[in-house]
């Protein structure tokens, strides 16, 4: 069982930058894919970003490539989203999920995933 637990959204202009944080709990932290998803009011779960469980490989979605970074601290239990260069279309609310270990489902799929936290808000403003 995992919880995760997001931070860092909150209100900033078009330009700006924010980084989110998403917190896990337990010791086995590195056994789980991480990725970020968000969803706009009246719009499907989107995808943002994962990372493997050593970090080793990165997968972004197309509309935040060049100005999104995800990064993980095993050490921390912690994922990291940097979001830079924001635009409003980014507003959202912004989740972590943790995968299940053995999916053989995409990265960008909902369906991986087996734990989500409870979400963060980021607006954007134009």
């Known amino acids: 069982q995992v919880q995760l637990v997001e931070s860092g959204g909150g209100l900033v202009q078009a330009g700006g930058s924010l980084r989110l944080s998403c917190a896990a709990s337990g010791r086995t932290f590195s056994r789980y894919g991480m990725g970020w998803f968000r969803q706009a009011p009246g719009k499907e779960r989107e995808f943002v970003a994962a990372i493997t469980r050593s970090a080793s490989n990165t997968y972004y979605g197309d509309p935040v490539k060049g100005r999104f970074t995800i990064s993980r601290d095993n050490a921390k239990n912690t994922v990291y989203l940097q979001m830079n260069s924001l635009k409003p279309e980014d507003t959202a609310v912004y989740y972590c999920?943790?995968?299940?270990?053995?999916?053989?489902?995409?990265?960008?799929?909902?369906?991986?995933?087996?734990?989500w936290g409870q979400g963060t808000q980021v607006t954007v403003s134009s």
């Open positions: 999920a943790a995968d299940s270990p053995y999916s053989s489902e995409s990265y960008s799929r909902t369906e991986r995933y087996a734990y």
